[in-house]
T-cell receptor, first 111, second 112 residues
Framework: QQPVQSPQAVILREGEDAVINCSSSKALYSVHWYRQKHGEAPVFLMI?????EQKGHEKISASFNEKKQQSSLYLTASQLSYSGTYFC????????????FGAGTTVTVRA | KAGVTQTPRYLIKTRGQQVTLSCSPISGHRSVSWYQQTPGQGLQFLFEYFSETQRNKGNFPGRFSGRQFSNSRSEMNVSTLELGDSALYLC???????????FGAGTRLSVL
């Protein structure tokens, strides 16, 4: 079951904030966030697990609402380097061994 | 520490041919996952291997197959190529379930 990401695209000026959402119709065990720049491999940002555990970069902020099966990634005081396509990947069970990715959110940060 | 290495980086094939892609995971990682990325479908899960065993498979036809060797290197094979198989194929390695997946740069396959 592929998660739904919103918005599809967002354009920001440096210093502005944005929120990217990732929703599932099924109960989730974990949500993984990645950023991919054009022509490059996706790069890990954050994992949020059911129960509250998080692993990720200090400068990245995200939340996981287990009741709503929704995760949000917060881009705060955006920099030019934040530009790229953000993907959320979801697992429904601890031993799923499978990430289902959303269609992606394209973020463009302009000077 | 070396990252995930995928070879070759680019491939051009014709319809009906078969292709084998290779993925060398980060040293010590035993889990390797494969994904197909296209502009229309995004990142689609193909399969995951751990210690030479396939633990999960996505919704792809049987023309897509894979295997993992004892050194954790993995190969993916696509037989009887179709135009729609043109895509970026990414592999990712991790140390275990629910852990960070590290992606390789991918193999871009073009089917003519």
């Amino acid at each position: 079951q592929q998660p739904v990401q919103s918005p599809q695209a967002v354009i920001l000026r440096e210093g502005e904030d944005a929120v990217i959402n990732c929703s599932s119709s099924k109960a989730l065990y974990s949500v993984h966030w990645y950023r991919q720049k054009h022509g490059e491999a996706p790069v890990f940002l954050m994992i949020l697990l059911k129960g509250g555990e998080q692993k990720g970069h200090e400068k990245i902020s995200a939340s996981f609402n287990e009741k709503k099966q929704q995760s949000s990634l917060y881009l705060t005081a955006s920099q030019l380097s934040y530009s790229g396509t953000y993907f959320c990947g979801t697992e429904m069970r601890p031993n799923d061994y499978k990430l289902s990715f959303g269609a992606g959110t394209t973020v463009t940060v302009r000077a | 520490k070396a990252g995930v290495t995928q070879t070759p980086r680019y491939l051009i094939k014709t319809r009906g041919q078969q292709v084998t892609l290779s993925c060398s995971p980060i040293s010590g990682h035993r889990s390797v996952s494969w994904y197909q990325q296209t502009p229309g479908q995004g990142l689609q899960f193909l399969f995951e291997y751990f210690s030479e065993t396939q633990r999960n498979k996505g919704n792809f036809p049987g023309r897509f197959s894979g295997r993992q060797f004892s050194n954790s290197r993995s190969e993916m094979n696509v037989s009887t190529l179709e135009l729609g198989d043109s895509a970026l194929y990414l592999c990712a390695s991790s140390s275990g379930t629910g852990d960070i997946q590290y992606f390789g740069a991918g193999t871009r396959l073009s089917v003519l």
